[in-house]
């Protein structure tokens, strides 16, 4: 059940901090904030894109 929602939940992670990045360039919020938060969610989804299909060894 988790498997299933991580993907959607981080792609609205990502979009919630897009639209904080936009409010951050009306200068409604710190930019420093902001970006380092879509950062971090780019960063999270692409470690877990990358790390779901690893060769984990032989048994």
Do not use: T, V
């Amino acid at each position: 059940m988790i498997k299933q929602l991580a993907i959607p939940m981080m792609i609205l992670f990502i979009i919630i901090s897009f639209i904080l990045h936009l409010y951050a360039l009306l200068d409604l919020i710190p930019i420093y904030l902001s970006s380092s938060l879509l950062f971090l969610s780019f960063f999270i989804f692409l470690l877990y894109i990358n790390n779901r299909n690893r060769f984990k060894g032989f048994k």
